[in-house]
């Protein structure tokens, strides 16, 4: 009809991507503009790198009456640091510790709203303000960026090590946030937050540092922004994650996210792994991927095996892949997912072993199997022993007490035991030290204590024995709740079986 106008459409796109956007996300972001303490905060931010920002340059002019682009951009840096990492970290704590007010929480959660999106919205609002802090640094930026002394990669490689660890704050003080819901408390959660941002400062100070002043050409700069991203995004997800897991219902599903978190970082460090240079950088890679993998594990071989109920439900629906169950929650399945990372490490290190070619390379990877041999067994020695009774909470709470405190005793009791009976040298020279074994490897490149590698098998095998059973019941049900996704479904007389 005449007079109309004909819908444009990258703006109809617009409007439907906007209709989609995280209603936690659209309430932050307007709260942050209209609240008087983050606008408050931005002008005292401009106002203070406007004074240090001259300051610098004329401190950092040399006697040709050039200023010193790296000593400019390190004090505007500090500036705005204190903005992305004080600020930003703050004010999202205190909007997820609002939502405990006036049932909120409670109105969000009726809603349909899920806590991940919650948890998601919050941290995208802490993104928002922090970008909006960027974009009053681009000046400043622009400024460096035409004195001598900088170039590209340490700009950028400065803003985006910057936002990694804003970010990162900002999660852990959403964490605080979801935890504490007494007010009394929130006063130690925003002191707590205070110290580890104090106690954190100087780690992006130095991994800035590295960027201000850096020459490109190298490749160098990779590792030094890789390092840090992966260091904060570990952060980030795990305080999501908890932050969600506290949100949610206790029949929902808690256990998954925990369990591909720790898989995603026992990947990174195995990539760490494989790049490095030398069999013994990749020795110690692999078993920092062990140890961020291991959390992970020790949550789930002590869950109960009877799957939550909005698990079931879905699974009714839609069963998860084959691929995907040792992710799925109960302690039955966790023992896959314990096998599924330790072939994971080892497979990294046949790679890279292949791939340096050389005897040291290949007793790494012998000495790998030697610890997650040690591992295995006291992971799964304590799990399995109280599998029958993982129902009831406090056996759950003893169960992982024992997980954590098995390595303890099998290291300190044998080595006292060796120091009262006279052997004042080589009392850690057992069995139950992980390094025993493995160093003898690397070293000679036998193992000489055979008793110790056959009490180690023995070991392996109780394991083995007392988590069968689990993984079995946990595959014998799984199978029978995806069973009335075929054949009797609608027909009269069959009845779907009830959780």
């Not at 806590?115 to 609002?125: D, E, H, Q, S, T």
């Not at 990694?164 to 130690?188: E, H, M, Q």
């Not at 991927?289 to 939550?308: D, H, M, N, S, Y």
């Not at 292949?354 to 799964?380: I, K, N, P, S, Y």
Request: charged residues 10%; hydrophobic residues 55%.
């Amino acid at each position: 009809m005449a007079g109309e106008l004909l819908p444009v459409p990258g703006l109809t796109r617009l409007e439907r991507w906007s209709e989609r956007t995280n209603p936690v996300l659209v309430k932050e972001v307007r709260a942050a503009l209209r609240g008087r303490t983050f606008m408050i905060g931005f002008v005292i931010l401009l106002m203070l790198a406007l004074i240090v920002s001259t300051i610098a340059m004329v401190a950092t002019t040399s006697d040709e009456g050039i200023p010193s682009g790296a000593g400019y951009l390190g004090a505007v840096s500090v500036v705005f640091m204190l903005g992305t990492m004080v600020l930003v970290p703050f004010m999202a704590m205190a909007a997820m510790s609002a939502e405990h007010e006036d049932s909120a929480l409670e109105m969000l959660q009726l809603s349909g709203l899920a806590p991940g999106r919650v948890v998601f919205g919050k941290l995208a609002g802490a993104a928002v303000q922090a970008s909006l802090i960027y974009a009053a640094c681009l000046p400043f930026l622009s400024f460096a960026f035409l004195l001598p002394g900088t170039d590209l990669v340490s700009l950028l490689g400065g803003l985006v090590t910057m936002l990694a660890w804003c970010l990162a704050y900002s999660s852990v003080g959403i964490l605080l946030g979801a935890t504490l819901k007494a007010r009394w408390a929130r006063v130690f959660g925003y002191v707590f937050l205070a110290v580890v941002i104090f106690m954190g400062f100087m780690i992006p100070s130095i991994f800035l540092s590295r960027f201000i002043g850096f020459s490109g050409g190298s490749v160098s700069w990779i590792w030094t922004l890789l390092l840090p991203l992966a260091i904060s995004g570990l952060v980030i997800a795990l305080c999501c994650v908890h932050a969600t897991s506290r949100l949610q219902h206790a029949e929902e599903n808690r256990s998954t996210p925990y369990r591909v978190v720790g898989t995603a970082a026992l990947l990174v460090a195995c990539g760490f792994g494989l790049a490095s240079d030398s069999p013994d950088e990749l020795f110690v890679w692999l078993l920092v991927a062990l140890g961020l993998g291991t959390p992970a594990l020790i949550l789930g071989v002590t869950e109960k095996e009877r799957l939550p109920r909005a698990v079931l439900l879905r699974t009714r629906r839609r069963p998860w892949p084959w691929f995907a169950i040792p992710w799925m929650p109960g302690g039955g399945l966790a023992v896959l997912l314990v096998g599924v990372h330790f072939g994971l490490v080892l497979a990294a290190g046949f790679v890279a072993a292949w791939r340096f070619g050389t005897q040291d390379a290949w007793r790494t990877v012998g000495a790998l199997a030697l610890v997650e041999a040690w591992l295995f067994v006291v992971l799964l020695l304590p799990a399995g022993a109280f599998a029958r009774h993982l129902d009831r909470p406090w056996v759950q709470g003893l169960a992982r007490v024992a997980t954590i405190v098995l390595p303890v005793i099998v290291v300190i009791l044998p080595t006292l035991g060796m120091f009262i009976g006279g052997s004042t040298t080589g009392s850690f020279g057992h069995v139950g030290n992980p390094a025993h074994l493995p160093v003898a490897l690397l070293e000679t490149g036998t193992v000489r204590d055979v008793g110790g590698l056959v009490i180690l098998l023995v070991g392996m095998c109780i394991a083995l024995a007392l988590n069968v059973p689990r993984v079995t019941r946990s595959m014998h049900d799984l199978s029978r709740r995806r069973a009335p996704r075929s054949g009797s479904k609608g027909k009269p007389g069959h009845a779907a079986p009830q959780p």
